[in-house]
């Protein structure tokens, strides 16, 4: 069972524990689509303190239910008149949790490069698995560049920035910057100091 809302970021700190009951409608109980008035037989679990901090490694990176891992992470550019093209390439591992049975389409992982001299910001978004695939797994061409999948794999794809033909010249370190996204909202998990245009892990 998956439960979540949407709270006020002020308040995060006050909700401790989550309370789940029958609900009840006009002295019954709740059936179908009907709108609850109250609820019984309630019972409460404390909920475990959020996770602030930020990891400075690419390994082993917890995206629930997946655990993460990164290698050999590299950038190239082509250079082009009136723009450009980024290529950023790694290999990684992605392990699930099996014990758990969640809709992979909520879950989403953006990876972001960002130069530690505020001249470049690339971001891309990519999906854990998909339940659309077909039986044998396979997806379209385009699809794959952007689904991380179970198993050892690689990931490969291109970010097109008009203005990086000015930025080039001076691009030395980044951030590769790993955020977990569900509902839309993200949250920065992972941040490691890399070289620009070199394989590294």
């Known amino acids: 069972m998956n439960i979540w809302a949407n709270v006020a970021k002020n308040k995060v700190q006050d909700i401790t524990q989550l309370i789940v009951g029958e609900g009840v409608t006009e002295g019954k109980f709740t059936q179908g689509e009907a709108k609850p008035d109250a609820y019984v037989n309630a019972v409460s679990f404390f909920l475990p303190s959020e996770k602030t901090s930020v990891s400075n490694s690419i390994k082993n990176i917890d995206m629930f239910p997946y655990t993460l ?107 590769l910057n790993i955020y977990h996204q569900f509902q839309g909202e993200k949250k920065l998990i992972a941040s490691k100091e890399l070289d620009w245009f070199v394989y590294a892990d």
Do not use: C, H, W
């Open 69 to 175: 891992s990164l290698s050999k992470v590299g950038t190239s550019a082509l250079i082009g008149q009136t723009t450009s093209n980024v290529k950023i390439s790694f290999d990684y591992e992605l392990e699930k949790d099996s014990r758990y049975e969640v809709n992979p389409d909520e879950y989403k992982m953006v990876i972001e490069m960002e130069d530690l001299q505020g001249l470049a910001k690339l971001t891309k978004t990519l999906d854990f698995e998909k339940q659309n695939q077909g039986q044998n797994g396979n997806t379209n061409n385009n699809e794959s560049e952007t689904i991380l999948k179970v198993g050892k794999n690689k990931m490969e794809f291109t970010v097109t920035d008009t203005d990086f033909i000015y930025k080039a010249q001076s691009l030395k370190k980044y951030k």
